[in-house]
DNA sequence: CTAATCCTTCCCGTCACGGGAAGGTCAAGC
DNA sequence: GCTTGACCTTCCCGTGACGGGAAGGATTAG
């Protein structure tokens, strides 16, 4: 399989592929023309990587569910602890942008939102009498 | 005012504050030794900036935040379609995070998470039964 | 033979800075 | 006057996870 096929069969770009071969992840063979050759494991590994990639994980932790998945003796213990530890990771993400909306929606609540050049969106923002602070 | 106590002032490192200059988001005067001479205005600009960034908004964003904050003739309706499209964009994330939350939090609650092998979140990623695709 | 479509590597750009080097300046203390 | 230390300056490289595009070789269809 040339790359284009694998990038169709996987849905990642081709210089998605290019860069994981390149930060080793997959190690695809090479033919005697130069172009790399994928085999049907390749394109399972670069399946599994879209979709975890899909799923939040970092390339770092890809990296580490591709070794934890190629690893017949693993503990599903460790797998759990990397996805939970994730989990988590978003649900700060998610509680830093809940933060910032419930902010600024007040801010935004306030305004009039017409012609005229009052606005407390702006006078939050420069520190005005609001609350306005992102500090987290 | 040097650039440390602006820094101090404004709750930002100084790296962003000269980062800031360079891409003409402050315009501070200079010394005859070179040194930043930050006014008042700067500080108060500064401030303005952490805010924002705090709340989300690009750098982009801010930059026409800050245009509308220095417009005496702004309509707070310009000002509230940047915050609203800022609100959404953020909505947007919040989904997405949700989404792969769900999916995640799905595998991980069928996986044992002992010293056996065997991993539905694996084989979930590795594209078996489950539903793990994080496609938006 | 040509044209189109692949493939390759290489390098720069993204976004919003952070780290650190090399070197100039300033204020305090001796 | 001299040193010490804390400042300041610019410059350049690194981040994460690729995308865009150039320059050039390979393959395939007609």
Redesign the interface.
């Known amino acids: 399989m040339n790359i284009k096929d694998v990038a169709e069969r996987s849905g990642l770009p081709a210089k998605t592929i290019r860069y994981y071969e390149e930060i080793g992840l997959i190690r695809p063979l090479r033919g005697a023309n130069g172009y790399r050759a994928f085999r049907e494991s390749d394109l399972?590994k670069l399946?599994?990587l879209g979709?975890?990639?899909?799923?939040?994980f970092t390339i770092e932790e890809c990296r580490r569910?591709l070794a934890?998945?190629e690893?017949?003796?693993?503990?599903?213990?460790d797998?759990?602890?990397l996805?939970?530890a994730?989990?988590q990771d978003?649900?700060v993400?998610?509680a830093e942008?809940?933060a910032?909306?419930a902010?600024?929606?007040d801010?935004?609540d306030h305004?009039?939102?017409?012609?005229?050049?009052?606005?407390p969106?702006?006078t939050?923002?420069?520190?005005g009498k609001g609350k306005?602070?992102?500090?987290?």
């Open positions: 399972h399946s599994f979709r975890a990639r899909g799923l939040g569910l934890l998945y690893d017949r003796g693993r503990a599903s213990a797998v759990k602890a996805a939970e994730h989990l978003m649900e993400k998610i942008l809940r910032m909306q902010t600024l929606r801010l935004v305004c009039a939102g017409d012609q005229r050049p009052d606005c969106i702006l939050g923002l420069a520190g306005a602070a992102g500090c987290h």
